[in-house]
């Protein structure tokens, strides 16, 4: 039988919380699944990994104002808490962390998590600002949270490697774990944005599957030069109508730069718009 999942809103709530878990004042291990809310499949797998591996699950749902551009998707960015909240009940977890809009930022707060080199091509280039959001955002979780482990969806590849980083860089306790991608029957990844995709867009999304595959096999049949990878991929997306590709690219999976020479590690990783909803997903060019 299926119980509540209890949910605390603020800082102080979540800390107290997470004290009585202690049994006999003993510390449990404690795994934290970051998420933005309108949780899908692919967050309950992470969920799911998370309590087999640790004593404690927290997930937090926060649409992160601060990783959106000025005229990107914030306000539309798809909500639904109670429905979220059932979905973490069925995974048995033991504290939602879902402070409401405006509750988690100090009011004055002015200091911000700046990454590196890696956060700076790809979704950095098309998104300015978004992963200091990010790095920002996830700093204050981990703090607030201090979890043992954090799980993190392979599908935002490149926001797995700025976690990575903040995490080895700033000497934090913290193992992070990251998750394949969870796609839909005909291969779509899964995304919460998938909900503003229509009957047709969403036909013509999976021109971004198709294409990785595309990669992976041109890589198979012998193909090693990234241009030449990079057009296979082009060339599925081009034949959709309406998809316009932001980068269709293969670079190297740690530091996301590009290569001379591609590898089965090698990461082929899109972003396109779809009838203007933009979805991202990626791939290892070999097993």
């Not at 709530?13 to 291990?29: I, M």
């Not at 867009?201 to 990785?212: E, G, S, W």
């Not at 190297?252 to 089965?264: E, G, H, I, M, V």
Request: charged share 20%; hydrophobic share 45%.
């Amino acid at each position: 039988m299926r119980t509540g999942v209890r949910v605390v809103e603020t800082v102080g709530e979540l800390r107290r919380a997470l004290s009585t878990t202690a049994a006999r004042g003993v510390p449990r291990s404690v795994g934290l699944v970051p998420t933005m809310g309108y949780l899908h499949e692919g967050h309950a797998s992470l969920l799911r990994h998370a309590r087999g591996e640790c004593e404690v699950v927290v997930a937090s749902i926060f649409v992160n104002p601060t990783q959106f551009a000025p005229n990107g998707d914030y306000t539309s960015y798809p909500r639904d808490l109670p429905r979220d909240l059932a979905l973490l009940a069925d995974e048995r977890v033991d504290l939602a962390f879902a402070p409401p809009p405006g509750g988690f930022y100090p009011r004055d707060a002015d200091t911000l998590v700046v990454p590196g080199g890696i956060s700076e091509p790809l979704e950095g280039e098309h998104r300015p600002g978004h992963f200091q959001g990010v790095a920002t955002v996830v700093t204050m979780l981990f703090n607030a949270v201090r979890p043992h482990r954090a799980y993190f969806g392979e599908k935002d590849w490149q926001q797995l490697q700025v976690v990575h980083r903040i995490v080895r860089d700033l000497l934090l306790p913290i193992d992070v774990v990251g998750l394949p991608v969870v796609r839909e029957p005909h291969g779509l990844a899964l995304s919460s944005r998938n909900v503003r995709l229509g009957q047709e867009p969403r036909k013509r999304a999976l021109c971004i599957p198709q294409a990785l595959a595309a990669a992976r096999g041109a890589f198979a049949a012998g193909v090693t030069d990234p241009p030449a990878l990079e057009r296979a991929m082009a060339d599925v997306i081009a034949r959709a109508p309406d998809v316009k590709a932001d980068y269709a690219v293969v670079v190297d999976a740690d530091s996301l730069q590009p290569l001379t020479r591609a590898t089965a590690a090698s990461r082929a990783l899109i972003a396109a718009r779809v009838g203007g909803v933009r979805l991202i997903d990626n791939t290892a060019l070999g097993d």
